[in-house]
């Protein structure tokens, strides 16, 4: 059997436990061969296996069943925040609970976020075992700020069509456990900053739905916050004609006395301005407040996306956020 991909699927393929011997390829491919087949009334195919390619350089690749952003939910926070492994995954399998189930089958090789999420979820783990006293925000910032956008050549990660990714495929970029252990600097987020979040999206009574207890947005404390405010490790905004400012505040996880300079990835049609421009720690744990401009230049086009990025960089570290502009 020759298995051809969906058009939207393009040249993505699988390993999958075939229950007749097959062949997979791409859309391309398959186009090729379905020519091939209707081209004579007496089709012939031979399948040579010639061993396993290993070593590609396209590794790794965004998946076409991955989720995109941007999130319509929650427009102001960037979606997805991280890509990682999630296809043809080889792992063990464990015993069956039904009788559907090959009962001599110890491992198996399966795709889709029931395999991404347990890799990224093994990485925090082992992040807060390294590091006990942090947050879950600061976990998470350390695996989106020390994530890769890149293969080793320095090209941009591609997606199923072999085309470069955007910021919606890919969010901070593809997950980096030995940096993600020593990330420099980290976004916290305080629960009090999540539900002032809330309260800018949703009325008291569906926060209070989500946080299990009443909560009162007028108060000071869980005023509306709109989601570029909040200390996430990426921003996402929604440009119009003025210009918008919004803080960030970073703690110094890294060495005690370490300096980092901001470097600011161009976003096409936005003016970007960092202030300020250093950063000087002089011990762990501390604190240091930077805000972030964002104004359009002439000749803009309603309705389109552009994307960029922030980098805090030190002679040990770089601290990477992603940046998506929604102009409107």
């Keep these: ?16 436990a075939h229950v007749l011997p097959a062949a997979h390829v791409s859309y391309a491919d398959g186009e090729k061969i379905r020519a091939y087949i209707n081209s004579t009334s007496d089709p012939k195919a031979t399948i040579l296996f010639k061993g396993t390619v290993i070593g590609d350089k396209r590794a790794p690749m965004v998946a076409s069943y991955s989720s995109r952003g941007p999130s319509l939910a929650s427009p102001f926070i960037l979606k997805p925040d991280i890509i990682g492994p999630g296809s043809s995954i080889l792992a063990a399998w464990s015993k069956p609970v039904d009788n559907n189930t090959n009962v001599k089958a110890t491992f198996n090789m399966i795709s889709g976020t029931s395999m991404s999420c347990p890799h990224l979820s093994g990485i925090a783990a082992l992040i807060k075992s390294v590091h006990p006293d942090w947050s879950p925000a600061m976990i998470k910032s350390a695996i989106m700020t020390s994530a890769t956008q890149t293969y080793l050549n320095n090209s941009l990660i591609l997606d199923e069509r072999r085309l470069p990714a955007d910021i919606f495929a890919t969010g901070a970029g593809h997950v980096n456990p030995t940096q993600a252990l020593d990330p420099g ?44 405010q909040l200390n996430y490790p990426s921003f996402a905004v929604q440009l119009g004609h003025g210009s918008q400012t919004y803080p960030r505040t970073v703690t110094n996880v890294g060495d005690a006395n370490s300096s980092y300079y901001v470097q600011i990835e161009n976003v096409p049609g936005v003016n970007v301005r960092v202030e300020p421009k250093v950063l000087v720690f002089t011990k762990v744990n501390e604190e240091k407040i930077y805000k972030v401009s964002f104004s359009r230049q002439e000749f803009t086009t309603n309705g389109s996306y552009v994307q960029g990025s922030i980098a805090w960089i030190s002679a040990k570290h770089i601290v990477r956020i992603p940046i998506s502009v929604h102009l409107v």
């Design 185 to 228: 600097l980290v976004y916290d987020i305080k629960t009090r900053d999540y539900i002032s979040y809330l309260c800018f999206i949703y009325t008291e009574n569906q926060v209070a739905i989500i946080v299990n207890r009443k909560i009162n947005c007028g108060k000071s404390n869980y005023k509306g916050v709109p989601g570029p």
């Design 1 to 16: 059997m020759i298995l051809m991909n969906k058009k939207p699927d393009a040249y993505e393929t699988v390993a999958d």
